[in-house]
């Protein structure tokens, strides 16, 4: 299933095995200890991981790619709810495969380039990804190798940044390409040849409050420099917070998506795709 790395192949480690170098991050140590706890239980980081689990909740996948998979939060989601399915984890950031691997020892890491994924044809159940799309500048290639290493009958599950009129300094600083407009993921996706199973969003209820936000930040801060992005980043993070009521929104959302009723819009763009039998 996994490809043999080639001979000019970076050293691979430990925690994972190399196939592309790794990716010269505009991040800090303290900037990722930030993020990574922040992403860890806030409601909607919470609820992206949800959201994708329950696209494959109905089947009983064995082998399954997390495409982006960071720090290994999904990772650690899957094997509690898939205790015997294969996991794999792809992404080009080394910190973050490391810290996967601490959290979930058993799953195949691989340093790769999700343009060039380095699985056999059709030898993957499902497709995982979430947020990591909008940092490719080919995501119609990384849509391409998803179709490719599924089997037929195969599930992906795609969460990106939605709203293209909400980048801002934060957007610039992670490295996104994008924010996805309505419709745009799952137009690309079709054609690479997947059947479009649902298109919603995620964090439609608090998108209003989200937007007015990210309009303040771009009318406040229209050209910053690194620093101050990197200042305000910080900031942004250091203020993020858990909140009772956004976990509560999150739940109704639950509820409608459960029922198959599409959210038109909000902070994060779901799609589920199948690639066909």
């Known amino acids: 299933m996994i490809r043999t790395p080639p001979a000019d192949a970076p050293p691979s480690e430990d925690a ?25 239980d806030h ?8 959201a994708l689990l329950d696209a494959i909740a109905s089947s009983a996948p064995e082998t399954i790619l997390d495409a982006g998979c960071s720090s290994g939060w999904l990772l650690a989601d899957l094997r509690e709810r898939h205790p015997h399915a294969a ?33 056999e044809d059709g030898t993957v159940d499902a497709v995982l990804s979430a947020n990591l799309l909008e940092h490719v500048p ?20 795609v969460v990106v940044p939605a709203g293209p009129g ?24 079709a054609a690479a040849g997947f059947e479009v199973a649902a298109d919603s969003h995620l964090g439609a209820l608090i998108f209003p409050a989200f937007w007015v936000v ?6 406040r801060h229209p050209h910053p420099t690194d620093e101050q992005r990197r200042a305000l980043v910080q900031r942004d993070i250091s203020r993020t917070s858990n ?6 929104t999150t739940r109704v959302e639950r509820a409608l998506t459960m029922r198959r009723i599409p959210l038109p819009f909000g902070i994060r763009s779901y ?3 199948r690639k066909p039998a």
């Open 16 to 40: 994972f095995t190399a196939y592309a170098a790794p990716l010269d991050v505009n991040w800090s140590d303290e900037l990722e200890a930030l993020h990574e706890e922040s992403s860890r």
């Open 43 to 50: 409601f909607l980081d919470v609820w992206t991981r949800t």
């Open 87 to 119: 996991l794999v984890g792809v992404d080009l950031v080394a910190g973050g495969l490391r810290r996967a691997h601490r959290l979930v020892p058993d799953a195949r890491l691989l340093l790769a380039d999700v343009c060039d994924l380095p699985l």
């Open 138 to 157: 080919n995501d119609r290639q990384a849509l391409i190798e998803f179709y490719r290493v599924l089997r037929p009958g195969g599930v992906a599950a």
């Open 166 to 189: 909400t980048y801002d300094y934060y957007d610039a600083f992670l490295g996104h390409e994008r924010r996805y407009g309505r419709g745009e993921l799952a137009e690309r996706a």
């Open 214 to 219: 990210k309009k303040v930040n771009r009318r």
């Open 243 to 248: 909140s009772a009521v956004g976990a509560l």
């Open 271 to 273: 799609t589920i795709l």
